[in-house]
């Protein structure tokens, strides 16, 4: 490995302890005090909108996994940089460490949930990081020195080698060696009489065998030297490197675990429902092969928030403050929710980025507490309008206080299809309101709820421009078919229509350019859920393109404008190409 080589594995090495540093430290912490954690949380927060929904377009669910991926290659990329510019005297790489450790601490302190000492992980790595970088370079830059040495030896060497002793020449009154009948010269040895004219000076100075002995000359040792030096240098990159890895995965495996709450969760009793239960009537789900079923499982419920980890938040630990704009502040713990009536309702829940057509939807049971009654016992003022809902880890949503109030099921969520919530998706308690979108009202959780007004306050999502009240736009989605080429002859065309709290009163499919036709509908056991479809096609050879379009309860139709989803959702007809024949 050249050395250019060597200087940017120490780069990469150092950038690797000084992530495995932090990963250890931040055991003691917090996950999300990691640098990779803290930058990552910040990139989400700045990331423009119009950059952030193409990329949820484009990967869906698997957006925090790309910008992992794209912060280990842009790390190590800078590390290399920084160990290539790094030297012993000019501290360049160093500087560019230090500035890292800089930023990712600045980052960690000024999240929400942050203390001081989210600063250790970052400053603690940096150093590590800096140290080691320093002290591979320093062994780099020996190794490169002794190399030139060298390299200058060989050269002086060779220089002389090609400078042969000329024959023939004797100094005046002196006899010529090996002459007939006289002997050595003075001061000469017999051995002379072996070294032939055209051996090179050097041969005999430097102490090597004329007749090639077994004699070892020091340029061979100062190689042997050079060679174990330079495999030295590179055990020490290597040796790094193996330890910051390890040190991050170890870390981040401790420091998951320690702050795990599975098994706590999986040890949680769910209070019995009180009022009448949600029946969910078999004619609700086709069943047809393809389209998607009436309940969402929660390992198929789509995930999108702000988090980079899932945030690990404990029963007892948990508690909720309704203050603001209210006569009474109400402050709340698990155990005081579990002595309130429970009740279980079927609701859709939608996001804001769900492209038209998209998967960003589900339908589940969710088991909670009635939220219209708590915000009626804190007493809000009437001339409050907002609902700032604050997760543990940041985040805010404003719902309009008049939504929450009406007597829709928002709910204090703590059940999700008979089960604790999952983790991800808010144990131990999260919001759930039918016919707003997530991102003004679906708070995973929850830990703050503040009575309050909309030209006082904005939420995490209205700060960057999107829609202030945020409700669900009517939609529809086309299942199956799936395959791209299918026979002539009947093809089941079939999805999901969803207008939450309003209900799906029509959907319709047209073909091509032809006229709107009516699908079938499955039973609606809840205005707050999606409602399937179907519709059977006698389809003709040819290349065809599928639409469809949906009408809410109240007579109103999808509209054709499209539009993407900022500031306040997508809209425009779902279609499918197929060919058949």
Known sequence: MAERGLRVASGVAAAGVTLGVAELVAVLISPDSTPLQAVGAW??????????????????????????????????????????????????????????????????????????????????????GIALLRNLIRRIEDFSAASAELALKEAAAESLTKTPVTGGAVAPGRPMAGAPGI??????????????????????????????????????????????????????????????????????????????????????????????????????????PGLSPYLTSNADFYRIDTALT?????????????????????????????????????VTLT???????????????????????????????PDADMVLSTSVDGFTAGSPLAALMDGRDALLAVGMNGE?????HGYPVRLVVPGLYGYVSATKWVTDIEITRFDRAQAYWTKRGWSQDGPIKTGARIDTPTASSLAPGR?????????????????????DNGAWQPARLAAEPSIDTWRQWAFDWQATSGLHTVWARATDGGGAVQTSDVAYPVPDGATGYPSISVRIG
Not at 90 to 98: C, H, K, L, Q, T
Not at 420 to 424: N, S
């Open 43 to 128: 990139v989400i927060d700045h990331t423009p909108d119009t950059v952030r929904e193409r990329v949820i377009e484009t990967v869906g669910t698997d957006d925090k996994l790309l910008l992992f991926i794209s912060m280990g290659i842009v790390t190590v990329l800078v590390a290399g940089l920084a160990g290539f510019a790094e030297r012993v005297r000019r501290p360049v790489g160093s500087i560019a460490f230090a500035l890292f450790g800089l930023l990712s601490l600045l980052a960690a302190v000024g999240r929400p949930a942050a203390s001081w000492t989210w600063a250790l992980p970052s400053l603690l790595g940096a150093w590590a």
């Open 183 to 288: 002997g050595p010269g003075v001061g000469e040895s017999a051995e002379a009489d072996d070294i032939s004219d055209d051996t090179p000076v050097d041969s005999v100075a430097a102490g090597g065998s004329v007749s090639g002995g077994p004699g070892r000359s020091t340029a061979d040792d100062s190689g042997f030297e050079l060679a174990l030096q330079r495999r030295q240098v590179v055990r020490g990159i290597v040796i790094a490197a193996a330890a910051g890895v390890g040190a991050g995965v170890v870390g981040r495996v401790l420091g998951l675990r320690s702050h795990n709450v599975s098994s706590e969760r999986a040890e949680v009793q769910l209070p019995s429902p009180s009022g009448p239960l949600p029946v969910v009537d078999p004619a609700a789900d086709l069943k047809i």
């Open 310 to 346: 899932v945030p690990q938040v404990s029963k007892d630990s948990w508690s909720l403050r309704i203050h603001g704009m209210v006569d009474r502040e109400i402050r709340l713990t698990y155990a005081d929710l579990a002595a309130r009536q429970a009740v279980e309702k079927l």
């Open 351 to 381: 996001c804001v980025s769900n492209p038209v057509g998209g998967d960003l939807i589900g339908n589940a049971s969710w088991l909670g507490y009635r939220l219209d009654e708590l915000l009626t016992e804190a007493g809000p003022h």
């Open 420 to 424: 604790p919530l999952p983790t991800a």
């Open 491 to 511: 093809v089941t065309v079939a999805g999901v229509a969803w207008a939450q709290h309003r209900g799906i009163e029509a959907v319709e499919v047209r073909i």
